[in-house]
T-cell receptor
Framework: TQLLEQSPQFLSIQEGENLTVYCNSSSVFSSLQWYRQEPGEGPVLLVTVVTGGEVKKLKRLTFQFGDARKDSSLHITAAQPGDTGLYLCAGYNYSGNTPLVFGKGTRLSVIA | EPEVTQTPSHQVTQMGQEVILRCVPISNHLYFYWYRQILGQKVEFLVSFYNNEISEKSEIFDDQFSVERPDGSNFTLKIRSTKLEDSAMYFC?????????????FGDGTRLSIL
């Protein structure tokens, strides 16, 4: 079973600070997705990364897929209270009709 | 933007009773999934479904579970005889195709509470 380890598990920062969360595996993934989940709701897709070394930006969020497609990072610049939530990485083990493998998530709290 | 919808949002059921969770996937999507998330734990895969057949299922998806696409829009998960440990959030997801850049989109889930 391929695992995705996310770190840190919890992160509490002040508004305006920068942060990076990590998603690591010993296995190669054909693609990785980042989702954000609010309490009592389903995961909402933020981005998909497919190519090794790929970098995608979504406003103040920067996502990177590792060159070997085994890891990914999410960097948030100038965090705001609205960024508070659970950030999940999830990947496809291989191409085709494959289920998503999820990490446990990083719970981010941005304090005003 | 099209979205996956799930009903009910919360279901409370006595242990041993049957429960049906309903999902309406995004209309042009062809691949459907059920996941569950026990409180405080990670999202776990249950089953995938394509062309009116189960494509893959996990160890969790035992004989008590079944899925069905009874018509052109609904996708259901049935648990025949619920157990206390079935209490969890159940998420439906759908996917348009199988290219790596085609992600799964999730509904808001059904919170299942077994008493």
């Amino acid at each position: 079973t391929q695992l995705l380890e996310q770190s840190p598990q919890f992160l509490s920062i002040q508004e305006g600070e920068n942060l990076t969360v990590y998603c690591n595996s010993s296995s190669v993934f054909s693609s990785l997705q980042w989702y954000r989940q609010e309490p009592g709701e389903g995961p909402v897709l933020l981005v998909t990364v497919v190519t090794g070394g790929e970098v995608k930006k979504l406003k103040r969020l920067t996502f990177q897929f590792g060159d070997a497609r085994k890891d990914s990072s999410l960097h948030i610049t100038a965090a705001q209270p609205g960024d508070t939530g659970l950030y999940l990485c999830a990947g496809y083990n291989y191409s085709g009709n494959t289920p998503l493998v999820f990490g446990k998530g990083t719970r981010l709290s941005v304090i005003a | 933007e099209p979205e996956v919808t799930q009903t009910p949002s919360h279901q409370v059921t006595q242990m041993g009773q049957e429960v049906i969770l309903r999902c309406v996937p995004i209309s042009n999507h062809l691949y459907f999934y059920w996941y569950r998330q026990i409180l405080g734990q990670k999202v776990e895969f249950l089953v995938s479904f394509y062309n009116n057949e189960i494509s893959e299922k996990s160890e969790i998806f035992d004989d008590q579970f079944s899925v069905e696409r009874p018509d052109g829009s609904n996708f259901t998960l049935k648990i025949r005889s619920t157990k206390l440990e079935d209490s969890a959030m159940y998420f439906c997801a759908s996917r348009e195709g199988l290219y790596s850049n085609q992600p799964q989109h999730f509904g808001d889930g059904t919170r299942l509470s077994i008493l």
